[in-house]
């Protein structure tokens, strides 16, 4: 698994962005995955999961009913679709691949370099 996360940039409050990870492996479909996020002076927290198929999601409440995931097996890539971005949800974007169902770091296994969101005020 060989994950390259993009699409992060500088946008204001209010705007939308999509994050895309693609996964360069054979094995995409057989993992578990999920977008964290690190902002500046604060630990890496969970954001999004998404199911080996697709079918449950879960997020974390501060995204909840703004952030969708999704992902194409087809394609080896999981996507977070942020809309009413906050200047709260400015960070260092990660996704990551892992086998349990799970909001904890420690249980990802695979994860991308990370993308740059900055949400201005």
């Known amino acids: 698994v060989q994950l390259q996360a993009s699409g992060g940039g500088l946008v204001q409050a209010g705007d939308s962005l999509r994050l895309s990870c693609a996964d360069s492996g054979r094995t995409f479909s057989s993992y578990v995955m999920g977008w964290f996020r690190q902002a500046p002076g604060k630990e890496r927290e969970f954001v999004a999961g998404i199911s080996r198929g697709g079918s449950s999601t879960r997020y974390a409440d501060s995204v909840k009913g703004r952030f969708t995931i999704s992902r194409d097996n087809a394609e080896n890539t999981v996507y977070l679709q942020m809309n009413s971005l906050k200047p709260d949800d400015t960070a260092v974007y990660y996704c990551?691949?892992?086998?349990?169902?799970?909001?904890?770091?420690?249980?990802?296994?695979?994860w991308g370099q990370g993308t740059e969101v900055t949400v201005s005020s």
């Open positions: 990551a691949a892992g086998n349990n169902w799970s909001r904890r770091q420690q249980d990802y296994d695979y």
